[in-house]
T-cell receptor
């Protein structure tokens, strides 16, 4: 099983719909992140969490919200999806105690039509 | 769907050549740098890291060089193989999170 699991892998949704992307990890890491990836723009940080009660905005948080339900789970919600939120979304984890390298999930490809 | 590799700088090499991928970072206060590899349909994978108090670090077939004077990072891959074909990202720790570069696509032909 993957260390960082994202569901769903692919999703097509309509403009205006609410959608949730889920991330769970078995690495025991305390820190979790959500990034989006667009062609030619690299990875941009949406939200991050350093512990269960800690939520921080990233570079591009507008239109998104997150919930850290447990140390192992971090979900990303699009309250009212719009077409320019069509992108690849990645969840990542890191351990504050042992290093700073991120472990990434396999991504969710979201298309808003 | 559209590939994340579109619109990226591309380096094309022959199998067996050495490859050098470059990255300019933005923050002179960044204290930690990482190179990631992303294959098609997968998430980025850690390759090698370096702290700002070092200027060179070697791994298996890979070397990272850091030049803080000009804020430049490079990844050298020795004896490049077709399996090295991917998009490569540098990342810098700026505060408490990582900021990623836009990436370079490496194409290795047999």
């Amino acid at each position: 099983d993957a260390d960082v699991t994202q569901t769903p892998r692919n999703r097509i949704t309509k403009t205006g719909k609410r959608i949730m992307l889920e991330c769970s990890q078995t690495k025991g890491h305390d820190r979790m992140y959500w990034y989006r990836q667009d062609p030619g723009l690299g990875l941009r940080l949406i939200y991050y969490s350093f512990d269960v009660k800690d939520i921080n905005k990233g570079e591009i948080s507008d239109g998104y919200s997150v919930s850290r339900q447990a140390q192992a789970k971090f979900s990303l919600s699009l309250e009212s999806a719009i077409p320019n939120q069509t992108a690849l979304y990645f969840c990542a984890t890191s351990d504050s105690g042992t290093g700073f390298g991120y472990t990434f999930g396999s991504g969710t490809r979201l298309t808003v039509v | 769907g559209e590939s994340v590799g579109l619109h990226l700088p591309t380096l094309s090499v022959q199998e067996g050549d050495n490859s050098i991928i470059n990255c300019a970072y933005s923050n002179s206060a960044s204290d930690y740098f990482i190179w990631y590899k992303q294959e098609s349909g997968k998430g980025p994978q850690f390759i090698i890291d370096i702290r700002s108090n070092m200027d060179k670090r070697q791994g298996q077939r890979v070397t990272v060089l850091l030049n803080k004077t000009v804020k430049h990072l490079s990844l050298q891959i020795a004896a490049t193989q077709p399996g090295d074909s991917a998009v490569y990202f540098c990342a810098e720790r700026d505060g408490s999170t990582l900021t990623f570069g836009k990436g370079t696509m490496l194409l290795v032909s047999p």
